[in-house]
């Protein structure tokens, strides 16, 4: 099975600074990675896959990177409305599953 | 645009058997366009998937789980079900129902809002 290590478990930024979140694959997954906003309450929805394009409707400020086994997701100058948990997920191996990352929350600092 | 809405019973006893279903609307799930998931995600931890299926009946599961858990689709109804067997506390989590497309990207493009499943005497 592919582990999906992400970090920091938990960041603290200001508003309208940038953000870096991390995620490591325990072998590679070329650009099969995807990342996902979580916030309270709510599913999850998809904002970068193939480690690097912008799912339909997600705002310019978020930026995916990385093959292999190191991604990045940043958000360039973050709105309040961002602060949320985020997942890294592999799909490298579907068939027949995924793995994803154990997240990142992102909090006002 | 698909919307999906789980169902099923807020709280299972150990050792019994969850069932859920996840309504689908705006397509049919005889569709060939998608695959059709569950993902779990137990209280204040990450999010684990657990299954998923084609609308053929071919099925994938997570390995950790595959011995406990079977998925399905019902046409006539225009859903799709999870059951997990043998359920222990460690079961006890937030299940979304969710797809992705067949074609392209496998990310889950689509979800429920979700349903609350708690495993306790």
């Known amino acids: ?109 | 645009q698909l919307q999906l809405q789980e169902s099923g019973p807020g709280l299972v006893k150990p050792s019994e058997t969850l069932s859920l279903t996840c309504a689908v609307s705006g397509d049919s799930v005889s569709s060939s366009s998608y695959y059709w998931g569950w993902i779990r995600q137990p209280p204040g931890k990450g999010l684990e998937w657990i299954a998923s299926v084609y609308y053929s009946g071919r099925t994938y599961y997570n390995p950790s789980l595959e011995s406990r858990v079977s998925i399905s689709v019902d046409t006539s109804k225009n859903q799709f079900s999870l059951k997990l067997s043998s359920v222990a506390a460690a079961d006890t989590a937030v299940y979304f129902c969710a797809v992705f497309p067949a074609v392209g990207t496998p990310v889950f493009d689509s979800w429920g809002l979700g349903t609350q499943v708690t495993v306790s005497s």
């Open chain 1, 1 to 109: 099975e592919i582990v999906m290590t992400q970090s920091p478990a938990t960041l603290s930024v200001s508003p309208g600074e940038r953000a870096t979140l991390s995620c490591r694959a325990s072998q590679s997954v070329s650009i099969n990675l995807a990342w996902y906003q979580q916030k309270p309450g709510q599913a999850p929805r998809v904002l970068i896959y193939g480690a690097s394009t912008r799912a339909t409707g997600i705002p310019a400020r978020f930026s995916g990177s990385g093959s292999g086994t190191e991604f990045t997701l940043t958000i360039s100058s973050l709105q309040s409305e961002d602060f949320a948990i985020y997942y890294c997920q592999q799909y490298t191996n579907w068939p027949p599953g995924y793995t994803f990352g154990q997240g990142t929350k992102l909090e006002i600092k």
